[in-house]
């Protein structure tokens, strides 16, 4: 990781966490992003997390909700998401470090003998590690936004935490900026906010060699001048440095809320910086138009992760963002794929404007996925299908319209006599200009058909009426294909390729003839929907999921 040899220095915002973790580092840093660019500030994004995965890739969603893919093929912690939605920022294998990522790098440098045979060390080696991928974003914009996961104190965190506290002799202190999250909690039995959780975590951090420039106290009400009078005594900051985040209806109402509190003046006065007043023009529009929606439809989203809405988390904006190119309230309703297989269909989906089959892997919960495919195809159902959404569809076109009862994925039965979805074992990356190469005995992590593709759209569909354009590129994440030895019978049953790799090897969407709207694409859409600038096929979903309601 080399440091850029721009001359243009960049000012480093850290931003830490404390008390307990999900308190919203991630949206909060994309709000500060969103208040600079609206000064005419330009700023990117790293995030550095603590787990020894080398990324998210293999991880259940469960435990760490959904994994962000970027344009170069890295697979992301979900904040990355945030980051590209609230500003203009492309994020990329750079902007995402984890534990194990950084020791893998400076194991490797061991074993070619880089350290000239000396005791390798979390001091000064990891460190300097950590320091040399954050400065590599040096010079490329006015200022980089770093958040550190987890929660000041884990030990797997300190690491990070040292390294930060180098960076600010390394760089100096108007270049250098740490921002600390943390929790006010609200007790309703007696009627009190709570500032000791924030006295400790602030503890903590300085005990680390750390003291916050700025606290930003989540809270469920507004923090009176008295409480901020406190925290900013024990804490150690000045009171226009204390910072309230109130819990607010939508998220994209946070980015006005810290502007409210003076956070993006305290930001610049504190790093240095002149610029003139914010244009958060926009800002105010979007929320506004999210508060006074003309119409709303019910979409159903079946998948396997259902009780943990954070494994969709870019789906779910994507289409709030689809409703809002529609003037239309979106009222997501998530089913488990699972009840689907054991339960009446109709009675789960007959209420539902639109059904999304999103993403995901293996065989739990997919004839369900399956059995709501079949009803939105029958009953004239606008139907999205995304990644395994878009297999699943062409697994019941074939059993249904084929007449054979067996097809699957091959990831669902590998010994399926009719495999219309297979691994592939060879394929051209657009990107790297290089033939990849996969089989079912690759690692899990990152082997997957990652990133941005080149996708050629047929004139006269669904697909080519929300694009308007004849070559478009979207991001992936998946192992296998839409086997090609099916494709002219299942044309010919009423199966419509209506985009595919440029050298048309890989089947990118899919519709059906005689359906008000049924698509499916292998890509993940949702990662390029912004609020300013919503996905064009789940702007046209939601338009169709408002034409059949209002059929």
Known sequence: MKKTNNTKRTKFIFVTGGVLSSLGKGLASAAIGALLESRGLTVTFQKLDPYINVDPGTMNPFQHGEVYVTDDGAETDLDMGHYERYTNAVMAQKNNYTSGRIYYSVIQKERRGEYLGGTVQVIPHITDEIKAAVRQLDGTVDVAIIEIGGTVG???????????????????????????????????????????????????????????????????????????DKIALFCNVPKDAVITAIDVDTIYELPLHLHKEGLDTKILELLNIWTGQPNITQWEKLVHNIQNPKNEVTIAITGKYVDLTESYKSLHEALVHGGLANGTKVNLTYISAEDLESKNVANLLDSCDGILVPGGFGVRGVEGK????????????????????????????????????????????????????????????????????????????????????PCLLKEGTNAYKAYQADEISERHRHRFEFNNDYRQRLEEKGLVISGTSPDNNLVEIIEIEDHPWFLGCQFHPEFKSKPMKPHPLFRDFISAALKHKER
Request: a negative charge; one cysteine or more; proline letters at 5%.
């Open 154 to 228: 884990d030990i797997e965190g300190l690491p990070f935490i040292e390294a930060i506290r180098q960076l600010r002799g390394d760089l100096g202190r108007e270049y250098t900026l740490f921002i600390h999250l943390t929790l006010v909690p609200y007790i309703k039995t007696a009627g009190e906010v709570k500032t000791k959780p924030t006295q400790h975590s602030v503890r903590e951090l300085r005990a680390d060699g750390i003291q916050p420039d700025i606290l930003v106290c989540r809270t469920e009400v507004p923090l009176e001048s008295s409480l901020k």
């Open 370 to 453: 399956i059995k709501a495919i079949n009803y939105a195809r029958l009953n004239k159902i606008p139907f999205f299908g995304i990644c395994l959404g878009m297999q699943l569809a062409v697994v019941e076109f074939t059993r249904d319209m084929l007449g054979l009862a067996k097809a699957n994925s091959i990831e669902m039965d590998e010994k399926t006599p009719d495999p219309v979805i297979y691994l592939i074992k060879e394929w051209y990356d657009y990107r790297t200009q290089e033939i990849q190469h996969r089989d079912q005995d690759s690692d899990l992590g990152g082997t997957l058909r990652l990133g941005a593709y």
